[in-house]
Nanobody, 119 residues
Framework: QVQLVESGGGLVQAGGSLRLSCVAS????????TAWHRQAPGKQRELVAS???????NYLDSVKDRFTISRDYAKNTVYLQIDNLSPEDTGVYYC?????????????WGQGTQVTVSP
């Protein structure tokens, strides 16, 4: 099993920044792709950013100018930097990991961290 723990959410004013963290219970060598997803109130969950084990990143078009995904292999952690926050960014942010090696074929999810942006 791969366990993921998100942190870094909170209540911020519009225009502010947050850095979300996703810590995996296994070495980054066992994870092929880590992604961040957002679920706004009353809406479906959407993928906002992803990073492969090789460092290739992808972003939802609407956030690519404000969101930055990165990883620290030594800490088994993937970060999501969100700048210039707007109320539309409000939601629960989930981390997912596509396993590799012995964890291949499964996608693991964290419990999510709440981000609330006030006008």
């Amino acid at each position: 099993q791969v366990q993921l723990v998100e942190s870094g959410g909170g209540l911020v004013q519009a225009g502010g920044s947050l850095r979300l963290s996703c810590v995996a219970s296994v070495s980054a060598l066992n994870i092929a792709v880590t992604a961040w997803h957002r679920q706004a109130p009353g809406k479906q969950r959407e993928l906002v950013a992803s990073i492969t084990d090789g460092g290739t990143t992808n972003y939802l078009d609407s956030v690519k100018d404000r969101f930055t995904i990165s990883r620290d292999y030594a800490k088994n952690t993937v970060y999501l930097q969100i700048d210039n926050l707007s109320p539309e960014d409000t939601g629960v942010y989930y981390c997912s990991a596509d396993g590799s090696r012995r964890y291949r074929g499964r996608t693991y999810w964290g419990q999510g961290t709440q981000v609330t942006v006030s006008p």
